[in-house]
């Protein structure tokens, strides 16, 4: 008898060298130059917010923390900016991620979004206190073309933790 429910394949766990090679390609391409453009992402946030709902127990805060000093540094922000938001996403990514995780990719996209406008919102306020200027409305179009890319990003960042298809019978799993 078929079963109506669709099989769930078996996550390996996530290797620690693949997080930090992922999160490094990230941070490269934030330093682009297309930063400045209004549909870039912000790559670390995107990467960040994805290993914080997968890899809780791995990546903690304390690699959002040193994350965000470096963007700190690169894009010339008050010190602490993106370190600030980089924390509260990995919290708020961390405390959901059960219930977000337990919908498809294209869900979670919707699930994720309020946490990237809700930093970039955080982001312009503590730019806004250190003396900076208000960087228009057009700041928050790149929270939405991060939820646009979850899905596709999601998936190459999983695709290597997938078991192969085949079957062993000599192991247990």
């Known amino acids: 008898m078929k079963s109506s429910q669709p099989t769930v394949r078996i996550l390996r766990p996530a290797r620690s060298w693949f997080i930090v090679l992922s999160l490094l390609a990230a941070l490269l391409l934030n330093l682009l130059p297309v930063r400045q453009w209004l549909v870039m992402p912000d790559w670390v946030m995107l990467a960040l917010c994805f290993w914080s709902m997968r890899e809780w127990r791995v990546f903690g805060m304390g690699y959002a923390f040193l994350l965000g000093l470096l963007m700190d540094v690169a894009n010339g922000a008050a010190l ?3 370190a600030l938001v980089y924390v509260l996403l990995h919290y708020a990514a961390a405390s959901l991620s059960r219930r977000i ?7 979670q996209a919707l699930h ?3 946490l990237f406008l ?3 919102g955080i982001q312009i306020v503590v730019r806004l206190m250190a003396g900076g200027g208000f960087p228009g409305w057009g700041e928050f179009i790149s929270p939405f073309v991060a939820a646009l890319l979850w899905a596709p990003v999601a998936f190459l960042l999983i695709a290597p933790q997938y078991r192969p298809e085949e079957r062993d019978d000599t192991r247990p799993i």
């Open 80 to 82: 602490g900016q993106h």
């Open 118 to 120: 809700g930093v970039t």
């Open 101 to 107: 995780l337990q919908f498809p990719l294209t869900q």
């Open 112 to 114: 994720v979004l309020p």
